[in-house]
């Protein structure tokens, strides 16, 4: 069965630092892999996605992952953070419901926390 | 493109009675909708799987009798949680596929919170 690992629960990061968001798979096909973020009380906003092609992705907001098959990662980074992008941030993997389906495993988050 | 909304946003029900959550595709067709559940501070689980004109697929675990689904349309799909209990209080999140694309992409709503007093 699919799962991914978060495992960073929180992370604080000054405003203008870098920012790297692991997050593990296990998948045993070509996994489709997501990142999500969600404000308070919010919905999912798609950040970015890998389906197959350039292992380097780029998304919304400056934010940018990177497939690594051998490690089975697909971290989320960002250059320089700002405060805005304190929030949930959840990795996701497209996987195979027991009947079929097709459908999103999440992982359990990690809460961005952004200090001035 | 792509806006998935739902209604009510936030709900506030006595113990004993039903509440219907909607979800719909504003700007698409969606042959398939998943609704979630996410407790605080956790990530979110998959309840069912939901497709137009037929019965949904409910995960293991998940009382199909007490959360009702029913994809009427192609840009439609209720939730209803038959005799709440303060348990069933949570966010509820809808999502909808594309029936334009191929991939597995889901679009989110934007959640309701549903507390049962």
């Known amino acids: 069965a699919q799962s991914v690992t978060q495992p960073d629960i929180h992370i604080t990061v000054s405003e203008g630092a870098s920012l790297e968001l692991r997050c593990n798979y296990s998948?045993?096909?070509?996994?489709?892999l997501f990142w999500y973020v969600q404000s308070p009380g919010q919905g999912l906003q798609l950040l970015l996605k890998?389906?197959?092609?350039?292992?380097l992705v780029q998304g919304i907001k400056g934010f940018e992952a990177e497939f690594k098959r051998s490690q089975s990662s697909f971290n989320l980074r960002k250059p320089s953070v700002h405060w805005s992008d304190a929030a949930e941030y959840f990795c996701?993997?497209?996987?195979?419901?027991?009947?079929?389906?097709?459908?999103?495993?999440f992982g359990t988050g990690t809460r961005l926390l952004v200090s001035p | 493109g792509a806006v998935v909304s739902q209604h009510p946003s936030r709900v506030i029900c006595k113990s004993g009675t039903s509440v219907k959550i909607e979800c719909r595709s504003l700007?698409?067709?969606?042959?398939?909708m998943f609704w979630y559940r996410q407790f605080p501070k956790q990530s979110l689980m998959l309840m069912a799987t939901?497709?137009?004109?037929?019965?949904?697929?409910?995960e293991q675990g998940v009382e199909k009798d007490k959360f009702l689904i029913n994809h009427a349309s192609l840009t439609l799909s209720t939730l209803t949680v038959t005799s709440a209990h303060p348990e069933d209080s949570s966010f509820y999140i809808c999502?909808?596929?594309?029936?334009?694309?191929?991939?597995?992409?889901?679009?989110f709503g934007p959640g309701t919170r549903l507390t049962v007093t």
């Open positions: 998948y045993g096909a070509t996994p489709y």
């Open positions: 890998y389906f197959s092609g350039d292992t």
């Open positions: 939901s497709n137009e004109g037929s019965k949904a697929t409910y």
């Open positions: 996701a993997v497209g996987g195979i419901t027991d009947t079929g389906f097709q459908k999103l495993v």
């Open positions: 999502s909808a596929r594309d029936r334009a694309s191929g991939r597995n992409e889901q679009y």
């Open positions: 700007d698409f067709q969606a042959t398939t």
